[in-house]
């Protein structure tokens, strides 16, 4: 769908407060990307995203220069221009803080085990990048080298997590289910452990899925 740059910035808006409301991206943490034909909108720094108006959105060109706003955009502007840049087919970035998510980054850990069968059916693995400084070169060079191989979601070790999409609803909706995976692979561990899905479970899944 080709938005205007008005209707594009109202689609920020109103997911960067859904991912704020759904404790997502809290405080001032977090930032959303968009491509229109112009070039890329982005959320400003230090924003809250509850907390944003339009004229907190800027448009920036492919190398992360300012195109048109009154604000300074992202620090993490060049990890959204490098995604861009790699991949024609994503549209919306988010990238957040989410701190269920991030507890797997704090951790250390990808997000692997195929504990319900929507997650099986999207994902092997959530991959792990190594740590890097965030808002640096070397963080955004990472990144782009992982959604090279086809992925679309990132966790950034000991920082958060960037996911893109085709549009930001499907991006929302995306990190929401990752969301609610952790959610639930941290109250299964409580109870006693969570026990995923076997191969032959996760093929059947699959393969009516490939079937419809
Ligand atoms: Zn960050």
């Not at 001032?28 to 108006?53: Q, R």
């Not at 640096?136 to 958060?160: E, M, S």
């Not at 929302?172 to 479970?201: D, H, M």
Request: glycine content about 6%; overall charge negative; charged content about 20%.
């Amino acid at each position: 769908m080709e938005f205007s740059e008005q209707g594009s910035k109202n689609d920020i808006l109103y997911w960067s407060k859904r991912l704020y409301q759904k404790e997502m991206s809290p405080s001032t943490s977090g930032n959303v990307s968009l491509k229109t034909s112009e070039g890329i909108l982005i959320t400003a720094s230090g924003v809250c995203l509850n907390d944003m108006n339009e004229d907190d959105i800027v448009l920036i060109d492919y190398n992360g220069n300012l195109k048109s706003g009154n604000k300074k955009p992202s620090s993490e502007k060049i990890m959204h221009t490098e995604i861009y840049m790699r991949r024609d087919d994503i549209n919306a970035i988010i990238h957040c803080h989410c701190p269920l998510i991030t507890a797997f980054c704090v951790a250390g850990k990808s997000i692997k085990a195929p504990i319900l069968p929507d997650f099986a059916l999207m994902y092997d693995e959530i991959p792990l990048i190594p740590y890097f400084c965030p808002s640096t070169i070397q963080l955004a060079d990472a990144v782009g080298n992982c959604f090279d191989l086809g992925n679309n979601v990132a966790l950034l070790q000991n920082h958060g997590v960037v996911l893109g999409a085709d549009t930001l609803q499907n991006a929302f909706y995306q990190l929401e289910s990752i969301r609610a995976y952790v959610q639930t692979y941290f109250g299964a561990e409580v109870i006693s452990c969570a026990k995923p899905l076997n191969k032959k479970q996760v093929a059947e899944i699959r393969q009516l899925y490939i079937k419809k």
